[in-house]
């Protein structure tokens, strides 16, 4: 086996600006076999399904609580399982596809991604649901920067950008559109169809990439792995997020909660210390001495805060609130994918006109604005209003989606951009499981501390601490607590009282999230273009 480097497009460490303005395509495809716009069409369907996995299921949360008897805490680890999984793994799987091929370790997660989805449409327990989203998320992650490892390699230096920007926007719609196909999936099928249509499209994914891709590997690509840092990372991640979810059923002064957020910083401390020893580091500290790469991570992180986190309850208010159907309720969401959809080349022309500064800053400002917006819903908001924050939103979130590629790898020496790529994905997956967890927390709080008063002042009678904790899990996710036989004029207060207790939880949940987006804008104006973000991928091809 022999590695040839193809350094003529980069030189040897040059920096972007002595790229020769017409270089070659990496290695010559002859036929199928690694050529460009091919290969970005099979990647493509690989990041599609992922992407769409990370929203679809928002959709279904509630047929899946009720078909299945789960509670709040549990619907919220089906979303918090897949995004941790996949946050806490992008990285090593990042260095798996560098040492053993990109090619290789893209069809494993097809393959993985398409089982784990066909094994959760036949189970009949949470537990099994969550077990298997976190398989989701496992095998997710080898694909996800393997793919972004593959377009680097294959396109020539000057299309680079434009195949990263379709990538990007693949990504945005993928995950805005995941709602609207679960509406229909949920509604005319059932919810376990929205993870069976994964095996066909895995099915292609694997049939493409068997036919069209080129194994690309770096000549210094790694020789080990950091196990203690692999291990120090996920339990950090998972002391946090386990603080976050159980901080409403323990409480926030119980000591539990602050052992288990002692616990996560100890570790992310250890982690930082081991990474700088250990010889081949699962995240070279050294990246983050880059201002412009360290905030482009940042901004990923805070952006999927607000997004994730915010879209959560969405998708209760507008059926459990509204009383939508899943596919009506996927439908009023319409106007966040078409805006992230003809938002996404928009920005993409923007960044590479202007730079990523401006462009970012205002699609964080859009955000924000949005979020204020969604704080305004009421129990009687119109459609007409609903869409217009909805549209806000996704015009917001395209120039991050698209941009935050070209800022974290640009930034990044050559040498480590599939580090930076799986960066890049970590920072938004732990931005959207934190989003879910801080936010479910946020609304958590804030039904326990109102219910119990609202439910008085309407004259109902009251409950015993046990029934108050039933009805607050019910009144979280928009259900009215309501016993059979109950007479219609109590069952009408009892309606009232959920729903406006529950709008007072996301009102308040949607205000932190658009506290976010306003931190986010700041975070913005600190990047810029990467030196490294128009030079060739020179790597090594097998």
């Known amino acids: 086996m022999t590695s040839q480097t193809t350094i003529d497009t980069t030189g040897s460490g040059d920096r972007a600006e002595k790229v020769p303005s017409a270089p070659s395509d990496p290695v010559p495809a002859a036929g199928l ?3 460009p716009w091919l290969t970005l069409i099979t990647v493509a369907v690989g990041v599609m399904m992922v992407a769409l996995d990370g929203t679809i299921v928002a959709i279904a949360n509630p047929a899946i609580q009720k078909d299945l008897g789960a509670t709040f805490a549990q619907v919220q680890w089906i979303t918090n399982g897949y995004f941790l999984a996949l946050a806490v793994s992008l990285i090593t799987a990042g260095k798996l596809g560098d040492r053993f091929g990109h090619r290789q370790t893209f069809l494993i997660g097809v393959t993985g991604f398409a089982a784990a989805s066909g094994a959760i449409g036949l189970s009949h327990s949470i537990a099994a649901v969550v077990t298997f989203r976190v398989c989701q998320g496992l095998f997710g992650a080898l694909l996800m920067p393997a793919a972004l490892g593959l377009l680097r390699a294959t396109f020539p230096a000057e299309k680079l950008n434009m195949a990263i920007g379709i990538w990007g926007m693949v990504i945005g719609a993928s ?3 995941g709602p609207i ?24 994914a694997l049939v493409l990439g068997a036919l069209i891709l080129r194994d690309h590997r770096a000549d210094n690509a790694p020789r080990s792995f950091d196990l203690l840092g692999i291990a120090l990372l996920s339990g950090a991640m998972f002391c946090l997020v386990w603080a976050l979810i159980k901080a409403p059923a323990w409480g926030w002064g119980d000591g539990r909660t602050w052992a288990f957020i002692a616990g996560s910083v100890l570790l992310f401390a250890v982690f930082s210390f081991w990474e700088t020893k250990v010889k081949e580091p699962l995240i070279p500290l050294g990246l983050f001495r880059s201002v412009p790469l360290s905030a482009g991570v940042v901004l990923m992180v805070l952006m999927a805060i607000a997004f994730m986190g915010g879209l959560f309850f969405v998708t209760f208010y507008l059926q459990n609130v509204h009383g939508m159907s899943p596919i009506d309720a996927g439908l009023h969401l319409l106007p ?5 959809i003809v938002g996404s ?14 462009p970012l800053a205002g699609g964080m400002v859009a955000t924000a604005v949005a979020m204020y917006g969604m704080s305004t819903l009421e129990t009687d908001t119109g459609s007409g209003v609903m869409s217009l924050w909805f549209g806000l939103l996704g015009l917001g979130l395209a120039p991050v989606m698209v941009g935050a590629t070209e800022v974290i790898v640009g930034n990044a020496p050559m040498e480590l951009s599939g580090v930076a790529g799986g960066l890049q994905q970590a920072a938004m997956q732990i931005g959207g499981s934190l989003g ?14 109102d219910l119990r008063g609202n439910w008085a002042d309407a004259g109902l009678p009251k409950l015993t601490p046990t029934q108050l904790d039933q009805a607050s899990e019910a009144v979280q996710v928009g259900v009215a607590p309501v016993a059979k036989g109950t007479p219609d004029v109590i069952v009408a207060k ?8 529950f709008i007072s939880g996301m009102s308040l949940a949607s205000l932190v999230a658009a506290g976010v987006a306003a931190v986010a804008v700041l975070v913005a104006l600190l990047t810029k273009r990467g030196e490294n973000a128009d030079a060739g991928a020179g790597v090594g091809h097998i």
Not at 336 to 340: D, E, F, N, V
Not at 345 to 353: D, N, V
Not at 494 to 501: E, L, N, P, Q, R
């Open 33 to 35: 076999r690694g050529h």
């Open 175 to 177: 995950t805005a559109g």
């Open 181 to 204: 196909l679960g509406g229909v999936l949920v509604e005319h099928v059932n919810w376990q169809s929205v993870f069976f249509i994964n095996v066909p499209v895995g099915l292609i």
């Open 336 to 340: 966040l994918t078409g805006m992230m």
């Open 345 to 358: 080349p928009l920005a993409g022309a923007m960044i590479t006109k202007l730079g990523p500064r401006i």
């Open 436 to 449: 879910t967890a801080v936010l479910g927390a946020v609304m958590a709080s804030k039904v326990d501390s």
């Open 494 to 501: 009892i309606t009232s009282v959920a729903h406006d207790t």
